[in-house]
């Protein structure tokens, strides 16, 4: 077997330098970008701005904006150094960019660190088939044995990086963002459940239930049982949840199958992936292609039917307690201003059909024809009396009369 | 076979510089301005507007053309900019253009059911082109939803339509081929309506990007890094952005009863639909019809525009085959030389 010892050092090194220049180019840019906030552009004075000042998305990370979802605030102990590096300089960076590009550039940000993680794993491939050139004869066993090897290090689920995350876990990733919005409890809180007892992945849920199926007691005993149905609401969207995650993670299994399939077919039909791009390309084919198989399955309609489902359970659930409270406080509540938008609803288009039913009717023509009658019997009259004022007195003649004379 | 891996690493150097770079581009890129088309509001009701688009030639085409839009998305998608413009082309072509903006509805709107929209703002829209121009029926171009809703209307409506156009619209709501479908079918729209009363478009949005999560939200966001340079390229591609994620909520009562009907339960094609207490029956649809597809459409999948043929009661239907997308039919250089001249030619030669 080949001493690659040295090469595999050589090459290490090359990548964090590779890695440590992909840094320094962030950090003079974000110089750059601090020296013209100082220079004149305006200077944003929000918490935003500084990153090192209280920030609420960084205290709730899947909170509100899809940047900071993805960043390593999220997780800093499972992000590399330069992820941190590069999100402490977008943070200073973001509130100088105009509205019309800052979300773009978030969205483009976000998938750098991905495409970054992507390098490294393209890297990773790329080394192991240096190997392969080098094989001769037998390389087409040669090739499959390293495709396996980069697969089995190639997994969405271990490498828990935001950067690769945001490449892998995008529709869970939005799912997270959109259940914080419309719920009382943040996403990250349905993370950190998972695994937590000692006893396996559902040991904590278990104890949950066992404390939420607790007889309630006393004079607020209505309302301890809002809070334990609204919880074991919460508890079946999670659960909800992990199966989601579970199904997507079998789209990162299938992905890393079909992309060694078709290095392979690369392979023998004797084409080549020319760059990383390339690479990039051919990933995303993949995961489309996996996700398109899950997507259509009967499993995922039914656990993609049931996460906005029970995400809704709970949401009503939580609108009925906070109406309790609105109530408590004499202030009205959303099923109130609903009642009166609704009859106010039912009122206009009453008003509306009671019009389009004098339309049809012919009642409004006959109004129509009877003012227009109306108006030509009192021009007739004008008439009339004016030509009376007009014409001059004349001495009544008396008819002629003629005397017959009887012979 | 595969690049070396200094190559890769002098790939992900070059992409680092160039996504640097590429935020000077940003900084600079000003406003975006969407719905280029000089036009006016003619008719207002609640927050529909109704407008009309100045014309380009002196005597315009005698019968004018009504653009019904969904509501999912806005109406500007029809006018986005001056080279991508299906609206300017009809104009080009002589054609009367009006177009219905259904607005933004909000708290105040959530009892808006599909009879509000067709017998009432559609109907009113319609009604007063009408009256403008002393004439006792007009054109309609439906566009996805808005095309089921002018199917609805035309079959409400039969004596107001002189022809009708059908633009990438869902009709068979069952096809095998319908990923959103499926997805909506065993979804409980009642507890969603009855919690969140109109449905917010981030919703729906996040609906449509997971059709297609890997391109639509990733690759799609390393491809404007190869425009970045070039100031129209960036501005064109942020301007499409703008109008993905310019999405109205919709309004409750609608939106429950669109998923029921439609999605769940096929009741167009099935000729169980009623609005507002009156049946909906494609065969009363006896005007021309003219039914425009696109081959590559993942949201609504050709066999589910073309199962129309087969419902529809006319004897003069006809379609037009687009090779492209959803939204390439609107945008693509080669929709706009394609879609507005198959439109006008084939109203010219009805009217």
Same mark, same amino acid.
């Given at each position: 077997m080949t001493d690659n010892t040295?090469?595999?050092?050589?090459?290490?090194?090359?990548?964090?330098?590779?890695?440590?220049?992909?840094?320094?180019?962030?950090?003079?840019?974000?110089?750059?970008?601090?020296?013209?906030?100082?220079?004149?552009?305006?200077?944003?004075?929000?918490?935003?701005?500084?990153?090192?000042?209280?920030?609420?998305?960084?205290?709730?990370?899947?909170?509100?904006?899809?940047?900071?979802?993805?960043?390593?605030?999220?997780?800093?102990?499972?992000a590399n150094p330069f992820s941190i590096g590069i999100d402490q300089w977008w943070k200073l960076l973001a509130?100088?960019?105009?509205?019309?590009?800052?979300?773009?550039?978030?969205?483009?940000?976000?998938?750098?660190?991905?495409?970054?993680?992507?390098?490294?794993?393209?890297?990773?491939?790329?080394?192991?088939m240096q190997n392969v050139n080098k094989a001769g004869q037998d390389w087409q066993q040669n090739l499959q044995d390293q495709v396996k090897t980069w697969q089995e290090g190639f997994s969405c689920q271990k490498s828990g990086s935001p950067g690769w995350n945001a490449l892998c876990g995008l529709p869970l990733q939005h799912w997270r963002q959109l259940f914080s919005s419309y719920s009382m409890m943040p996403g990250d809180v349905e993370k950190s459940l998972r695994g937590a007892g000692p006893l396996g992945a559902d040991t904590l849920q278990h104890a949950v239930k066992g404390v939420l199926s607790t007889p309630t007691l006393g004079y607020t005993r209505e309302m301890q049982e809002d809070w334990q149905e609204w919880g074991k609401l919460w508890l079946e969207h999670i659960q909800v949840v992990q199966k989601y995650e579970q199904l997507l993670a079998g789209v990162s299994n299938r992905t890393v199958d079909l992309i060694g399939t078709r290095i392979m077919n690369i392979a023998k039909e004797g084409k080549s992936i020319d760059s990383l791009r390339q690479t990039y390309d051919l990933?995303?084919?993949?995961?489309?292609?996996?996700?398109?198989?899950?997507?259509?399955?009967?499993?995922?309609?039914?656990?993609?039917?049931?996460?906005?489902?029970?995400?809704m359970k709970v949401k009503h659930t939580e609108q009925k307690m906070v109406e309790q409270l609105l109530s408590v406080f004499n202030l009205p509540t959303r099923t109130e201003l609903d009642t009166a938008h609704e009859r106010t609803h039912r009122l206009r288009r009453e008003v509306r059909?009671?019009?389009?039913?004098?339309?049809?009717?012919?009642?409004?023509?006959?109004?129509?024809?009877?003012?227009?009658?109306?108006?030509?019997?009192?021009?007739?009259?004008?008439?009339?009396?004016?030509?009376?004022?007009?014409?001059?007195?004349?001495?009544?003649?008396k008819p002629a009369t003629t005397t017959k004379k009887e012979g | 076979m595969f690049p070396r891996p200094d190559q890769i690493l002098q790939e992900v150097m070059e992409f680092n510089t160039k996504l640097a770079n590429s935020f000077s581009s940003l900084n600079q890129v000003g406003n975006i301005e969407v719905g280029v088309t000089p036009k006016e509001a003619v008719y207002e009701e609640d927050k529909l507007v109704l407008y009309r688009y100045k014309s380009v030639v002196d005597k315009p085409h005698r019968i004018p053309l009504l653009i019904v839009y969904a509501l999912v998305n806005r109406p500007y998608m029809t006018d986005l900019q001056k080279d991508r413009s299906l609206v300017k082309g009809l104009l080009d072509e002589g054609i009367d253009v009006y177009l219905v903006d259904w607005g933004y509805p909000d708290g105040a709107d959530r009892f808006l059911d599909l009879s509000d929209y067709i017998d009432l703002y559609?109907?009113?829209?319609?009604?007063?082109?009408?009256?403008?121009?002393?004439?006792?029926?007009?054109?309609?171009?439906?566009?996805?939803?808005?095309?089921?809703?002018?199917?609805?209307?035309?079959?409400?409506?039969p004596e107001r339509v002189n022809n009708l156009v059908t633009?990438?619209? !869902?009709?068979? /709501?069952?096809?095998?081929?319908n990923l959103l479908s499926k997805w909506a079918r065993q979804l409980d729209v009642d507890i969603m309506v009855d919690t969140l009363g109109n449905i917010p478009g981030e919703l729906l949005n996040w609906s449509f990007l997971s059709l297609k999560p890997f391109q639509l939200t990733g690759q799609k966001y390393l491809s404007m890094l190869d425009i970045m340079d070039d100031p129209k390229k960036l501005r064109n591609f942020l301007r499409m952005e703008q109008w993905i994620f310019d999405s109205p909520d919709q309004a409750g009562e609608a939106f429950r009863e669109f998923i029921k009907y439609f999605f769940q339960q096929n009741r167009l094609v099935h000729d169980t639909l009623d609005i507002g207490g009156r049946p909906v029956r494609l065969a009363?649809?006896?005007?021309?019809? /003219?039914?425009?597809?696109?081959?590559?459409?993942?949201?609504? !999948? !050709?066999?589910?525009?073309?199962a129309l043929e087969r419902k529809v009661g006319t004897k003069d239907y006809s379609t037009f085959t687009f090779v492209g997308?959803?939204?390439?039919?609107?945008v693509s250089g080669r929709a706009q030389k394609e879609i507005p001249p198959a439109i006008a030619n084939w109203i010219k030669a009805r009217d």
């Open positions: 040295g090469t595999t050092n050589a090459w290490g090194e090359a990548w964090l330098d590779t890695q440590r220049k992909y840094l320094d180019t962030w950090m003079n840019l974000a110089q750059r970008g601090s020296e013209a906030l100082g220079q004149g552009a305006k200077r944003d004075e929000s918490p935003a701005a500084n990153p090192f000042a209280a920030n609420p998305f960084i205290s709730n990370p899947f909170v509100a904006s899809s940047f900071t979802a993805n960043s390593s605030t999220a997780n800093p102990f499972a509130p100088s960019l105009p509205e019309e590009g800052r979300q773009a550039a978030g969205r483009l940000m976000d998938m750098n660190k991905g495409y970054l993680q992507m390098g490294e794993q393209a890297w990773n491939l790329a080394h192991l990933w995303v084919d993949c995961s489309e292609e996996a996700y398109t198989e899950l997507a259509n399955s009967s499993d995922f309609i039914s656990t993609q039917a049931r996460l906005t489902n029970t995400l059909r009671l019009r389009h039913r004098l339309e049809e009717s012919g009642i409004e023509e006959l109004h129509q024809k009877f003012d227009q009658l109306r108006d030509e019997v009192r021009a007739m009259q004008a008439e009339s009396t004016t030509r009376s004022a007009i014409a001059p007195t004349q001495p009544t003649r | 559609l109907h009113h829209c319609v009604e007063h082109i009408c009256k403008a121009h002393g004439l006792p029926r007009i054109n309609l171009l439906g566009i996805c939803q808005g095309g089921t809703f002018s199917l609805c209307y035309s079959a409400l409506y633009m990438v619209t !869902p009709v068979d /709501f069952h096809t095998d081929d009363n649809i006896t005007m021309p019809v /003219f039914n425009v597809y696109a081959t590559q459409d993942h949201l609504v !999948p !050709p066999a589910a525009s073309l997308g959803h939204i390439g039919i609107y």
